[in-house]
């Protein structure tokens, strides 16, 4: 999922500009005033909107044979849309233990009930705020099991529990316990039929409705994940729960879906997977049937609305996809711009990563009043951002790569988000900026992102446990995408690349961690990252390399006066390899060093026919995992008095400016 960020990167930007133009005027600098940062591209190379054509009908398909998952769970689904914002529906699920110890109950996510009340723990966590949308007053939503029975026909009801493992709070409702009438030993397979009706909230988060528009995102009765022994470094065997946060996305098992979704006539439907059969009206209801395998989650929307573009496509590693856009009818002139993104994200991402498994990707683009529900990824199915009336910029290009890129770490790769959230969004943030950076000139200003970072936190920790949204949008997106970056520096693109393409193609549809990905940077590095990975992914750190001090000492040789000047730059922060360093005399000369930045400080020494004028450590940023500038730079010259004060007013400004910026 992407983050909206509530003021412009500009701000940061232009924040730091101006406190680089004051450290000249303090320090004297007489440096070029052209920044060495790297800028946004101009609003050029966007592929310009053409006007839309009568789309065919929407294709249908037949399952292949082919297998890429355990396909742990199995469900059968009819849900009928009723008065345009309740779900009625009926499930079949059929789960398969995959471990060996029997088991007495099973674990379900109903995450509905995380927007029932105020006391939710989602509610209490987020404050009723979502990436500046607001929970409506009146928005409540809620699910309610009206019938569970076994096979047998024995029902289920008196043996539910709601339990809260996160927080013990008794309000939330998110989660509940079945204790079962017969255990299930491991390997063997058991059958639940279930009744139910979710009351759909008004859209803020995810899930919702929005006028006519519905988006139906964790709608229905989820079975938790039980880990067998190994999966995700487990030593024992057992069932993964957790609440539904404010800050958590999702973690289920790969499976088969089939589903058959009613809704009134004169509605479109969006979904998981494909369909098997053209839609049927039948008493002034439309009913589809769909079908997804290998996917872990199943989505759906529906609009009256929605114009409908489909394009195939192929590429190498893309064997043949079909694009299905489902477009608010204000971005209709759009559809150009969508398919070029998608099919920009589809042909890279495969390249880079591996083959994309699947033969539809839709993509839903909501109504404004639905942007609660834009900028999200299901399986096969990603959603954009509300359209509006007014012309977009490239947040549509990167929004769409963005979710797209998802398809790779949250949809095949699937890791565990309650935990280790950046192993999805860091990932998917570092290749949208590849992306977007060759498709579309678009290259990020990552100083200025390192410098947001003002409370940097283990990349490991349960996303529930960052301080706020913005805590947790600073370290999983940004910090995550950096740490990436990081590794890409000292190892080069081409092993990056490598890095990348092989924890991809190992881990599809296993669920890895943190730890799995650094087994892959050292089998194909063949160096120990143990250091880089305990600072910066188990741990909170970052880089700041700071010039502690420059003497110059003049001497006479013979019958020249010479210059012994030494410069010692100190580590402040965590290791980090080549760290660049320039020094600069008086009289222009220039000499660069580059420092393995793992001792606490180091002096250089030099002789020369004039004095060092200055010093400064990553003059050209490109030390990417560093959030602190400020003492990046020193004068010779400058007394202390001056070193101080100008050190002081210059924090308070950067922590004001950084402190009011939000995702």
């Known amino acids: 999922m992407i983050p909206r960020r509530a003021k412009s990167w500009l701000t940061a930007f232009l924040a ?40 065919p009908p929407e294709s249908v ?17 009819d849900v009928k849309l009723v008065d345009g914002n309740v779900l009625q529906g009926t499930q079949t699920l059929t789960w398969t233990h995959p471990g060996k110890k029997t088991v007495n109950e099973l674990y379900f996510h109903l995450y509905p009930n995380a927007f029932s009340s105020s006391d939710t723990t989602f509610m209490k966590e987020s404050g009723g705020k979502l990436r500046g949308d ?15 029975k076994t096979e047998d026909g024995l029902s289920l009801l008196h043996r539910m529990q709601y339990v809260q493992p996160d927080d013990g709070n008794m309000k939330d409702k998110t989660l509940i316990k079945i204790r079962l009438p017969k255990p299930v030993k491991g390997g063997e397979s058991i059958t639940l039929h279930t009744r139910f009706e979710v009351q759909l909230p008004k859209i803020f988060a995810r899930m919702g409705n929005a006028d006519d528009f519905v988006m139906a995102g964790q709608w229905f009765p989820k079975i938790s994940v039980y880990e067998p022994t190994g999966r995700r470094g487990r030593t024992a065997e057992g069932w993964n729960l957790h609440q539904y946060h404010g800050n958590s996305e999702f973690y289920a098992d790969f499976g088969i ?5 009613r809704v ?31 996917v872990h989650d199943f989505a759906w929307a529906a609009s009256p609305h929605f114009v409908y573009a489909e394009e195939p496509f192929s590429a190498p590693n893309v064997p043949g996809v079909r694009i299905k856009l489902y477009l608010d009818p204000a971005h209709q002139d759009l559809k150009e711009r969508y398919f070029y993104a998608a099919k920009a994200a589809l042909a890279n991402y495969s390249k880079w990563f591996g083959t994309y498994p699947y033969s539809t990707l839709s993509i839903v683009v909501p109504p404004k009043t639905g942007n609660g529900a834009g900028g999200m990824e299901y399986p096969t199915l990603v959603t954009a951002f509300g359209a509006d009336e007014t012309t977009p910029g490239y947040d549509l290009e990167r929004t769409v790569v963005h979710e797209i890129g998802h398809q790779y770490f949250y949809g095949m790769l699937a890791s565990n988000e309650f935990e280790e959230a950046w192993l999805d969004e860091g990932f998917t943030s570092y290749a949208e900026d590849k992306l977007m950076e060759q498709e579309y000139g678009l290259v990020p200003n990552l100083p200025v992102q390192a410098g947001l970072i003002t409370s940097p936190a283990p990349l490991t920790q349960e996303a529930w446990k960052f301080d706020s949204q913005n805590h947790y949008a600073a370290n999983v ?12 520096q000292q190892v080069g693109s081409k092993t990056m690349e490598r890095i990348l393409s092989t924890y991809v193609k190992k881990y599809r549809f296993k669920h890895p ?23 910066y992914v188990y741990g909170d750190g970052m880089a700041d390399f700071a010039v ?33 360093v320039r020094i600069v005399f008086e009289d222009g000369h220039i000499v660069n060093k580059q420092w393995n930045g793992n001792e606490e400080r180091i002096t250089y020494k030099l002789t020369y026919t004039s004095p060092v004028s200055w010093a400064m450590t990553d003059p050209l940023y490109t030390v990417v995992l560093e959030n602190r500038h400020m003492d990046n730079f020193l004068k010779a010259n400058l007394d202390e008095s001056s070193k101080f004060r100008w050190s002081l007013s210059a924090t308070k400004l950067v922590e004001a400016i950084f402190g009011s910026l939000s995702w």
């Open 16 to 55: 730091l500009c101006v406190l680089i133009a004051g450290a000249w005027i303090t320090l004297g600098y007489t440096r070029s005033t052209t920044s060495e940062l790297p800028v946004l591209a101009p609003e050029v190379g966007k592929p310009l909107g053409k006007p839309q054509t009568s789309a």
């Open 61 to 77: 398909q037949t399952p292949t044979a082919e297998v890429f998952s355990d396909r742990v769970v199995e469900y059968h689904i």
């Open 134 to 148: 607001v929970m409506p007053t009146d928005g409540y939503g809620s699910m309610k099991i009206t019938e569970m």
């Open 257 to 261: 879906y089939s589903v058959r979704i």
């Open 264 to 294: 009134p006539e004169s509605y479109k439907v969006a979904a998981t997977g494909f369909p098997t059969q053209q839609a049927v009206v039948k008493n002034n209801e439309k009913i589809y049937q769909f079908y997804a395998d290998d």
């Open 477 to 488: 997106y940004t910090r995550g995408k950096l740490v990436l970056l990081g590794i890409e």
């Open 513 to 535: 961690t943190s730890a799995d990905f650094q087994k892959v940077v050292e089998q194909v590095t063949r160096t120990s990252w143990s250091t880089y990975f305990d600072q």
């Open 548 to 580: 502690e001090k420059i003497s110059v000492t003049p001497i006479q040789k013979g019958d020249q006066e010479v210059y012994e000047s030494s410069v010692t730059i100190q580590k402040k922060g965590s290791n980090y390899m080549k760290v660049p």
